[in-house]
T-cell receptor
Framework: GDSVTQMEGPVTLSEEAFLTINCTYT??????LFWYVQYPGEGLQLLLK?????DKGSNKGFEATYRKETTSFHLEKGSVQVSDSAVYFC????????????FGTGTSLTVIP | DAGVIQSPRHEVTEMGQEVTLRCKPI?????LFWYRQTMMRGLELLIY????????DSGMPEDRFSAKMPNASFSTLKIQPSEPRDSAVYFC???????????FGSGTQLSVL
């Protein structure tokens, strides 16, 4: 069945460092891919999404490219800030599996000044 | 748009008591999801509805858990009887169609003593 595997955390970076959080997926069809962010004490919010191969989603300096050949959707940011400290979830939605929404386990990021 | 509204925000109860969590999805959204989040297991899908009909409840832990969606604007998740291991944050989320993003509520923090 469909699933999402993402890099385990926690990740700790210094401010202005480069961030990569790896995400790979397994899907029977052609899923849409998402990154969600959860700040402390809050619900999940969409960070970015991509709906087809080679699409690049971007928001707030974060980017991720839908790579069908490697079944990946890695999250990157060139220069992280303290305010980026949160838990990041990779997710997919696949029409072939009845509109289910699959989340990865989440990666906790802490950015220190 | 008020977003997905969950109540209560916090619930503290004693083992054996019945707990009812409530969710109002965004108007016009036809899919609703209930998730449970814990440190140990991350984000788990409990059940989801399409057009008020339960599609997949395989994530519901056991018969103590039940969910209903009597109409397009309201859903409940009930635990009867509650146990300490049910302590978690319960999120409700909704979306308009399969390739669109999920909107999350702020969650209900449940503590069963």
């Amino acid at each position: 069945g469909d699933s999402v595997t993402q890099m385990e955390g926690p990740v700790t970076l210094s401010e202005e460092a480069f961030l990569t959080i790896n995400c790979t997926y397994t899907a029977t069809g052609y899923p849409s891919l998402f990154w969600y962010v959860q700040y402390p004490g809050e619900g999940l919010q969409l960070l970015l999404k991509a709906t087809k191969a080679d699409d690049k989603g971007s928001n707030k300096g974060f980017e991720a490219t839908y790579r069908k050949e490697t079944t990946s959707f890695h999250l990157e940011k060139g220069s992280v800030q303290v305010s980026d400290s949160a838990v990041y979830f990779c997710a997919l939605s696949d029409l072939n599996t009845g509109n289910q929404f699959y989340f990865g386990t989440g990666t906790s990021l802490t950015v220190i000044p | 748009d008020a977003g997905v509204i969950q109540s209560p925000r916090h619930e503290v109860t004693e083992m054996g008591q019945e707990v009812t969590l409530r969710c109002k999805p965004i108007s016009g959204h036809n899919s609703l999801f209930w998730y449970r989040q814990t440190m140990m297991r991350g984000l788990e899908l409990l059940i989801y509805f399409n057009n008020n009909v339960p599609i997949d409840d395989s994530g519901m832990p056991e018969d103590r858990f039940s969910a209903k969606m009597p109409n397009a604007s309201f859903s409940t998740l009930k635990i009867q009887p509650s146990e300490p291991r049910d302590s978690a944050v319960y999120f409700c989320a909704s979306r308009r169609s399969y390739n669109e993003k999920l909107f999350f509520g702020s969650g209900t923090q449940l503590s069963v003593l």
